[in-house]
């Protein structure tokens, strides 16, 4: 049987803060929900975008039953965190690399670059 390929998936620059949590606790007394980039990327083009599951999938590069489950996936933890009072942690993996896009509306504070994250 042939290893499994790693496959790319495509999720513009995140340069916002690694944690969010709630206002008053110290970090280290709270439980830490850990929410992956890739994750991140599905629940805002589909959320805050407002794009359909087929053109968010197409946009990431990947199939759409993959962007449901990163969908489920990161809305059951940022629901989590949320009402549970825990961490949530945005994790770029040692996998990223970056490469330059045209036209990236955040061209001042990601210098025109996109992550390309590589899963297993």
Do not use: W
């Not at 590069?61 to 990163?70: E, N, V, Y």
């Not at 330059?100 to 061209?107: G, L, T, V, Y």
Request: aromatic share 8%; proline share 4%; charged share 30%.
């Amino acid at each position: 049987m042939p290893p499994f390929v790693k496959k790319s998936r495509f999720c513009r620059c995140f340069d916002g803060a690694n944690y969010f949590k709630p206002r008053g606790i110290p970090l280290d007394a709270l439980q830490v929900n850990d929410l992956a980039l890739d994750e991140l990327e599905a629940v805002h083009l589909c959320d805050f975008d407002e794009l359909a599951q087929e053109t968010a999938a197409k946009k990431m590069k990947i199939s759409t039953s993959t962007l449901q489950r990163l969908l489920y996936s990161g809305r059951k933890k940022i629901i989590d965190a949320l009402y549970s009072s825990k961490a949530l942690k945005i994790s770029k993996h040692d996998d990223i690399t970056e490469y330059a896009i045209p036209n990236c509306s955040r061209r001042r504070r990601c210098r025109n670059k996109q992550a390309i994250i590589t899963t297993n």
